[in-house]
C-alpha cells in the first residue's frame, strides 16, 4: 500500500520516461532505415531483443549493449537516453573509465570522445 501519494506521480514519471526512450528508440531505427529484427542481427542478438525493450518485456539494456544501439544507429547514447535532442551531440563531462584487469577498450564498439581508457590513456 502507498502512503505518500508522491509515489505515484514518482512511478507514473519513470513509465513516461521509459515510453519516451522507446519512442526515441523507434524513431531512430526509422530515420535509419532499420527495423527490430535488423537492428538486432546488426548488432548480433537475438531476433526479439530490441523487440522486447521495445514492447518494455525488457527494461533497459546493458550499458555495452546501449553503446552498440546507439553505434548502429549512428547518434549518441545521450541522444537515446533523452539527455539531448541532437543524435550528435555528446553530454557531460570527460569520464576515466578502468576495465576490469587493465581489459582493453572492445575493437567493434568505437569510444566516445568523453571517455578516456585509463588503462592505455593515463588517468587524468
Not at 526509422?30 to 525488457?58: C, E, P, W
Not at 541532437?86 to 578502468?98: K, T, Y
Amino acid at each position: 500500500m502507498l502512503t505518500n501519494p508522491n509515489d505515484i506521480q514518482v512511478s507514473e514519471y519513470a513509465a513516461a520516461i521509459a515510453v519516451a526512450k522507446r519512442s526515441r528508440l523507434a524513431g531512430r531505427m526509422s530515420d535509419m532505415g532499420f527495423n527490430a529484427h535488423s537492428l538486432a542481427k546488426a548488432m548480433q542478438r537475438g531476433s526479439t531483443y530490441i523487440v522486447d525493450y521495445l514492447h518494455g518485456r525488457k527494461d533497459s539494456f546493458r550499458a555495452d549493449d546501449l553503446m552498440r544501439v546507439a553505434t548502429t544507429l549512428e547518434c549518441t547514447v545521450a541522444y537515446l537516453e533523452l539527455e539531448t535532442d541532437d543524435p550528435a551531440e555528446e553530454v557531460g563531462s570527460l569520464v576515466r573509465l578502468d576495465l576490469p584487469n587493465g581489459a582493453a577498450w572492445p575493437d567493434d564498439i568505437p569510444k566516445p570522445a568523453n571517455i578516456i581508457h585509463a588503462a592505455t590513456e593515463g588517468a587524468p
